[in-house]
């Protein structure tokens, strides 16, 4: 089974940048989408990017398009998310997901990483 674990959050100002990691554990993870997802506080978990087993598909949620990059490196078992011109609203604690189908829904994600808080300052 693939465990998932997610660093590089912290408190960053707008506009600035952070560079979030998740590391799986597993030798398929190269089998599998990976998504990251997000979930402010007292709002409902958000898809945010996703990248096919590859690497030739992603998606992006229309609020960070233009901002932030997702990639991976299978040879090192890492998916990516690089982080830029944040902004206030893009507070909340992120997570990390493998799915074996390309999508955007949370719900075909099975396994997820304990998550990393990011906090933007205006």
């Known amino acids: 089974q693939v465990q998932l674990v997610e660093s590089g959050g912290g408190l960053v100002q707008a506009g600035g940048s952070l560079r979030l990691s998740c590391a799986a554990s597993?030798?398929?993870?190269?089998?599998?989408?990976m998504g990251w997802f997000r979930q402010a506080p007292g709002k409902e978990r958000e898809f945010v990017a996703v990248?096919?087993?590859?690497?030739?598909?992603?998606l992006y949620a229309d609020s960070v398009k233009g901002r932030f990059t997702i990639s991976r490196d299978n040879a090192k078992n890492m998916v990516y998310l690089q982080m830029n011109s944040l902004k206030p609203e893009d507070t909340a604690v992120y997570y990390c997901?493998?799915?074996?189908?390309?999508?955007?829904?949370?719900?075909?994600?099975?396994?997820w990483g304990q998550g990393t808080q990011v906090t933007v300052s205006s």
């Open positions: 597993g030798r398929t993870f190269r089998n599998y989408a």
């Open positions: 997901a493998k799915s074996a189908l390309f999508l955007v829904t949370g719900d075909v994600y099975d396994s």
């Open positions: 990248i096919n087993w590859g690497g030739s598909s992603i």
